[in-house]
């Protein structure tokens, strides 16, 4: 089986006046081609420095990674040409309309202006933006803006397609349009790789996900897997939900983490 994302003990430290963040703590991944991959913690559990280095824009500390087949460390170059990443903060530039920002983004990879503009209209079909296209980005919606990020990251047509919480900050309805996007650029053969905080998202449209947190893996699988693992050990008669996997895990690795603080003083 092919893999689209593969790390082994992926490391970050971060260090500053005040001393070293580890911020990543030895990361191994394997997703396949194909999947929808979850990748979930709390707030600070590492998913966005995780992200940033599998996608070439903050360098590893120790570890490596390669993605759609390419070394990201050893050839950052390359490895970007089949990575589209949407970040948590979309930089938009909110004069520009959602077609001119299309066009400039696919310019920028070298495309052709014909072949720039056949692009823009096909990804802004795929996020339902027609209607909207030649108007400024600053009159979008929350739910819009993010549409068009997505939009932005396809450009090139990239193998693997990492989002960093895609819909955090969206309401329930924009969400699900998300999520439908979503799908829909899967099942066209790209693979995914979203951070969340949403269990229910993850629920929706992950095959896989892992759990992270204080910047170690804690556990992975299937969401079915997950919930039976939990309903198993603890004894349930029903299956839990994610949110309840969730808790039931990072309740017991933050004891841990909480362990070796106590350890250090
Ligand atoms: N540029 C940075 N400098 C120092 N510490 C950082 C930096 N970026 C992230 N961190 C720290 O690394 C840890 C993981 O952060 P992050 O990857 O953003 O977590 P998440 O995305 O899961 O919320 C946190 O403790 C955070 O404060
Ligand atoms: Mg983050």
Redesign the pocket.
């Known amino acids: 089986m092919a893999l689209a994302v593969e790390a082994e003990q992926l490391v ?1 430290q ?1 260090t ?1 006046r005040t001393g070293t ?4 703590r030895g990361v191994d991944l394997r997703v396949a081609e194909g999947e929808v991959f979850g990748f979930l ?12 280095m599998l996608t070439t824009l ?1 360098t590893i500390t120790s570890g490596s990674a390669r993605v759609a087949g390419v070394d990201v460390g050893a050839d950052p170059d390359a490895a970007r040409r089949g990575i589209g990443v949407a970040l ?1 903060e979309a930089g938009l530039d909110g004069r520009q309309t959602g077609r001119e920002l299309l066009v400039l983004q696919a310019r920028m990879f070298g495309i052709s202006a014909l072949d720039a503009a056949a692009r823009a209209q096909e990804l802004l079909e795929l996020v339902d933006l027609v209607e909207s296209a030649d108007r400024r980005i600053k009159g979008y919606s929350g739910g819009m803006k993010r549409r068009l990020d997505l939009a932005s990251a396809l450009v090139h047509r990239p193998k693997v397609l990492f989002l ?2 895609p819909t955090t900050g969206l309401d329930p309805a924009s969400r699900l349009v998300v999520w439908d996007e979503l799908r829909r650029i899967n099942a066209e053969g790209t693979t995914v790789f979203l ?1 969340t905080q949403y269990l229910e998202e993850a629920d929706q449209l992950c095959n896989r996900l892992a759990i ?1 947190d204080g ?1 170690v893996i804690v556990r992975e699988g299937t969401p079915a897997e997950l919930k039976s693992e939990v309903r198993q050990r603890r004894g349930l008669d029903h299956d839990p939900t994610l949110d309840e996997v969730f808790l039931d895990v990072t309740g017991r690795s933050r004891e841990r983490v909480a362990g070796q603080v106590q350890e250090v003083r």
């Open positions: 970050k971060f500053g963040v580890d911020a990543v913690g709390p707030n600070g559990a590492g998913k966005s420095t995780t992200v940033r903050t948590q960093d919480e951070t992270i910047g």
